[in-house]
Protein backbone atom coordinates (compact mmCIF):
# COMPACT_ATOMS: atom_id res chain seq x y z
CA UNK A 1 0.00 0.00 0.00
CA UNK A 2 1.27 3.63 -0.82
CA UNK A 3 0.79 5.89 1.93
CA UNK A 4 -2.16 7.93 0.73
CA UNK A 5 -4.09 4.52 1.01
CA UNK A 6 -2.59 4.15 4.10
CA UNK A 7 -3.58 7.31 5.70
CA UNK A 8 -7.03 6.29 3.95
CA UNK A 9 -7.40 3.28 6.14
CA UNK A 10 -6.02 4.99 8.80
CA UNK A 11 -9.44 6.99 8.69
CA UNK A 12 -11.47 4.41 8.01
CA UNK A 13 -10.56 2.81 11.26
CA UNK A 14 -11.20 6.10 13.14
CA UNK A 15 -14.43 6.28 11.28
CA UNK A 16 -15.18 2.13 12.65
CA UNK A 17 -14.00 3.25 16.05
CA UNK A 18 -16.45 5.79 16.66
CA UNK A 19 -19.43 3.19 14.83
CA UNK A 20 -18.60 1.05 16.99
CA UNK A 21 -19.01 2.60 20.21
CA UNK A 22 -23.08 3.83 19.07
CA UNK A 23 -24.46 0.53 20.57
CA UNK A 24 -22.88 0.31 24.05
CA UNK A 25 -23.71 3.84 24.05
CA UNK A 26 -27.15 3.26 23.58
CA UNK A 27 -27.74 0.52 25.86
CA UNK A 28 -26.12 2.21 28.82
CA UNK A 29 -28.13 5.42 27.94
CA UNK A 30 -31.12 3.32 28.20
CA UNK A 31 -30.04 1.49 31.24
CA UNK A 32 -29.11 5.11 32.63
CA UNK A 33 -32.88 6.62 32.12
CA UNK A 34 -34.31 3.26 33.62
CA UNK A 35 -31.88 3.95 36.76
CA UNK A 36 -32.37 7.64 37.42
CA UNK A 37 -36.47 7.12 36.57
CA UNK A 38 -36.68 3.95 38.95
CA UNK A 39 -37.90 1.77 36.98
CA UNK A 40 -35.16 -0.88 39.11
CA UNK A 41 -36.10 -0.07 42.04
CA UNK A 42 -38.94 -2.70 42.83
CA UNK A 43 -37.32 -4.83 39.95
CA UNK A 44 -36.50 -8.73 41.23
CA UNK A 45 -33.43 -9.75 40.84
CA UNK A 46 -33.82 -11.34 37.46
CA UNK A 47 -34.27 -8.55 35.75
CA UNK A 48 -31.46 -6.62 37.20
CA UNK A 49 -29.32 -9.62 36.46
CA UNK A 50 -30.72 -9.72 32.88
CA UNK A 51 -30.11 -5.92 32.45
CA UNK A 52 -26.56 -6.34 33.87
CA UNK A 53 -26.18 -9.05 31.41
CA UNK A 54 -27.33 -7.16 28.57
CA UNK A 55 -25.18 -4.01 29.43
CA UNK A 56 -22.16 -6.66 30.38
CA UNK A 57 -22.43 -8.51 26.69
CA UNK A 58 -22.79 -5.24 24.21
CA UNK A 59 -20.23 -4.06 26.01
CA UNK A 60 -17.92 -6.64 25.81
CA UNK A 61 -18.65 -7.44 22.31
CA UNK A 62 -18.13 -3.44 21.42
CA UNK A 63 -15.71 -3.98 23.10
CA UNK A 64 -13.55 -6.63 21.71
CA UNK A 65 -14.93 -4.87 18.13
CA UNK A 66 -12.91 -1.56 19.25
CA UNK A 67 -10.26 -3.05 20.12
CA UNK A 68 -9.60 -4.92 17.25
CA UNK A 69 -9.49 -1.80 15.08
CA UNK A 70 -7.00 -0.53 17.20
CA UNK A 71 -5.29 -3.25 16.53
CA UNK A 72 -5.35 -2.67 13.00
CA UNK A 73 -4.76 0.70 13.00
CA UNK A 74 -1.26 0.04 14.93
CA UNK A 75 -0.34 -1.95 11.82
CA UNK A 76 -1.25 1.14 9.72
CA UNK A 77 0.94 3.19 11.92
CA UNK A 78 3.63 0.55 11.72
CA UNK A 79 3.43 1.02 8.24
CA UNK A 80 3.56 4.40 7.94
CA UNK A 81 7.30 4.96 10.32
CA UNK A 82 8.72 6.24 7.22
CA UNK A 83 5.97 8.21 5.83
CA UNK A 84 7.13 11.15 3.59
CA UNK A 85 4.08 14.01 4.12
CA UNK A 86 3.06 15.50 7.54
CA UNK A 87 0.04 13.64 7.47
CA UNK A 88 1.72 10.34 7.16
CA UNK A 89 4.44 11.46 9.92
CA UNK A 90 1.55 12.73 12.47
CA UNK A 91 -0.46 9.11 12.31
CA UNK A 92 3.19 7.18 12.12
CA UNK A 93 3.70 9.17 15.92
CA UNK A 94 0.32 8.21 16.98
CA UNK A 95 1.38 4.87 18.47
CA UNK A 96 1.54 5.68 21.62
CA UNK A 97 -2.40 7.03 21.79
CA UNK A 98 -3.37 3.93 20.58
CA UNK A 99 -2.00 2.32 23.39
CA UNK A 100 -3.66 4.71 25.62
CA UNK A 101 -6.93 4.35 23.82
CA UNK A 102 -6.87 0.45 24.40
CA UNK A 103 -6.32 0.85 28.43
CA UNK A 104 -8.81 3.66 28.79
CA UNK A 105 -11.77 1.99 26.94
CA UNK A 106 -11.03 -1.22 29.12
CA UNK A 107 -10.80 0.41 31.95
CA UNK A 108 -14.06 2.59 30.82
CA UNK A 109 -15.84 -0.12 30.26
CA UNK A 110 -15.07 -2.33 34.02
CA UNK A 111 -15.64 0.99 35.70
CA UNK A 112 -19.19 1.49 34.15
CA UNK A 113 -20.28 -2.45 34.24
CA UNK A 114 -19.06 -1.70 38.35
CA UNK A 115 -21.31 1.37 38.80
CA UNK A 116 -24.22 -0.36 37.12
CA UNK A 117 -24.19 -3.17 39.21
CA UNK A 118 -23.28 -1.07 42.03
CA UNK A 119 -26.55 1.33 40.91
CA UNK A 120 -28.65 -1.62 40.74
CA UNK A 121 -28.12 -3.22 43.98
Do not use: C, H, P
Not at 7 to 20: A, D, G, H, M, P
Not at 53 to 72: D, K, N, P
Not at 95 to 112: D, E, H, K, R, S
Amino acid sequence: MNEKQLIQTWNEQRNNLVKSQFVSVVIIGIALVLLATGQFTDASDQVKLFALAAVGTTGILSLISQLAIVREAAMVVKDLAGATTNTGKIIAASGNYLGLTQAVMVIFGIAIFALLALALY
